[in-house]
């Protein structure tokens, strides 16, 4: 089964504000600051040095961290009025994803979901197409306490994509995966985020520009789109 087959568009326009967005670090002090910011669907890549707070954006946007002043909407729904609608709209992808040992990769992905309410049988078809797309394949029924580093982002990746989602937040998905599995895994992302929202952190900005992704930059304490 093909991946076009399993994913179906998201239904209405995609969405994502920020208004005068305020976020502090543990102690207080300011670390990000935006005063409007539209994102439309597609590929965007999130940039800023180290410690500018990449990771604490894509946290805060998931509804990890609070926020300290300002709102995010998604989809036109204020994450502080309407936080489990808004949750439902979204699924994030940490830097350093695990998922359960004992489970094998295809259990893993049934489990997620069969969570999000899927069938047993849609859920297999649908996690048997993504584990192929990432090459996973013949490690489907492998027990993920076994990958490597690599493998985990790949499952991690089929994952988060696998969902029918709005918003899309993945921080540092390539990290460890090899330039073959990481050229197919942006092509998926740049063909699958016509009406969905990508925001996606990774060291790899190149690839992302020269396919053309759209911009959101840390700096100064300020994010800005460009």
């Known amino acids: 089964m093909l991946i076009a087959e399993v994913v179906q568009p998201t239904a209405g326009f995609a969405s994502l504000a920020l208004d005068d967005l305020r976020i502090t670090r543990p ?11 539209a ?10 040095s ?3 707070g990449k ?5 805060t946007l998931a509804a990890l961290q609070p926020v300290s ?33 004992d489970l094998t990769g295809r259990e893993f992905l049934v489990y997620a979901l069969r969570l999000r309410g899927a069938s047993r049988a849609q859920a297999r078809s649908t996690a048997s197409a993504w584990l192929e797309a990432v090459g996973l394949r013949d490690a489907a029924d492998t027990k993920t306490g076994a990958y490597s580093q ?36 942006t092509d998926l992302l740049f063909r699958l985020s016509t009406d969905r929202i990508v925001i996606v952190s990774t060291h790899h900005v190149e690839e992302m520009l020269a396919r053309g992704s759209a911009v ?9 789109a460009e």
């Open 50 to 52: 180290n410690g500018s």
């Open 150 to 185: 690599g493998m985990r982002q790949r499952l991690g990746f089929a994952y988060a994509m696998q969902l029918d989602v709005t918003l899309y937040l993945l921080d540092e998905p390539f990290a460890g995966v090899d330039p073959e599995s990481r050229e197919a895994m």
């Open 39 to 48: 994102v439309r669907p597609g590929v965007t890549a999130l940039l800023g």
């Open 69 to 101: 002043g300002g709102g995010i909407l998604l989809d036109g729904l204020n994450l502080a009025q309407n936080r489990s609608a808004f949750l439902e709209r979204l699924v994030f992808l940490p830097q350093n994803f695990a998922a359960f040992p």
């Open 216 to 224: 959101l930059r840390i700096a100064g304490g300020k994010l800005m």
């Open 55 to 59: 990771s604490t954006l894509l946290r």
């Open 27 to 37: 102690g207080g002090s300011p670390l990000i600051a935006a005063t409007h910011i």
